[in-house]
């Protein structure tokens, strides 16, 4: 049985009348008739009561065409829905991404997304960046942000927002007292860091550093720069973070941003290479508003840092 079948039962029901049934549809009237038959065939059951002066509906015939409403029905409003889909003004866009990444522009472009794109749902899934790589793949996720992506021809990877490096450690920290830092003074100061084996961005700036000359040997490793910001408010080190991180920053903590040259905490964008009309839609977003609200955010953390006290004095 095809929906075609169902579409010519329901025309010749709500009608009663081969004719203008036919007419309604476009058709020929044998063509329908014979149509007719062939569903009653299929099913095996008589749909009408046919005389040479009218047609009429049997019990069969009746209780198939209040169902074949409700599946065309439905078959119209999954071929609607996926036609939405296809242009990129439905569905769900599911987003891979780490907490800190949270602090950054993201939130104001999912809802700014939200406003221009009803329909379609945002789903945010955190996770760690190895996993939303795999999530990528299967499907699980259809966008994530990163700041190392990896080096994978099956990924394509554009720059979402700049975000630099900065210094957090207890307020009353010798180095609190200096509005900008640099990596070399950070020598000899136990190291906080995000878990290595977890963190392309940890390992980069792990690498700085020893390039720098400061030798971090992490004496805390933990999964999110909120905890590495309660670690170094209880004194217990210092830590390098994504600058927008230092917004939520612990009131006994101080943030200093890092003088180049320092790796960037830039955010990339990471997809699969193929068409996605609702993932081209929010990254069309993110390019014309991410540089703004990061700017945004940048004041808001420099005006931070100049107006942050040094609790040690």
Known sequence: MELRHLRYFVAVAERLNFT?????????????????????????????????????????????LERSRGILAQAQEA?????????????????????????GPIGELIRLFRSTHGPVEVRIHELPPDQQIAHLKARLVDLCFQRSPPHDPDLVTEIAWHERVGVVMAGGHALSRAQ??????????????????????????????????????PCQEVVEATSLM?????????????????????????????????????????????????????LGLMRDRSPGIADALRGEVDRLNEDAPDRGA
């Open 230 to 282: 309660s670690l170094a408010a209880a004194g217990l080190g210092i830590a390098l973070i994504p600058e927008f991180a230092s917004i939520l920053r612990h009131p006994k903590a101080a943030f200093r941003v890092l003088a180049p040259p320092v790796p960037a905490a830039d955010v990339h964008a990471i997809r699969l290479n193929i068409v996605d009309a609702v993932v081209d839609r929010f």
């Open 180 to 217: 900008r830092l640099a990596l070399t003074d950070l020598a000899g100061q136990p190291y906080l860091s995000l878990r290595l084996r977890d963190s392309r961005f940890a390992n980069d700036l792990w690498r700085a550093g020893l390039a720098a000359g400061f030798a971090p040997d």
């Open 79 to 103: 071929a609607e829905r996926a036609r939405a889909i296809g242009s990129g003004s439905a569905g769900i866009i599911k987003i891979g991404l780490t907490g800190s990444v949270l602090t």
């Open 20 to 64: 203008a049934a036919a007419e309604s549809l476009g058709v020929s009237q044998p063509p329908l008739s014979q149509q007719i038959r062939d569903l009653e065939a299929e099913i095996g059951a008589e749909l009408f009561e046919r005389t040479s002066r009218r047609v009429v509906l049997t019990r069969a015939g009746v209780d198939l």
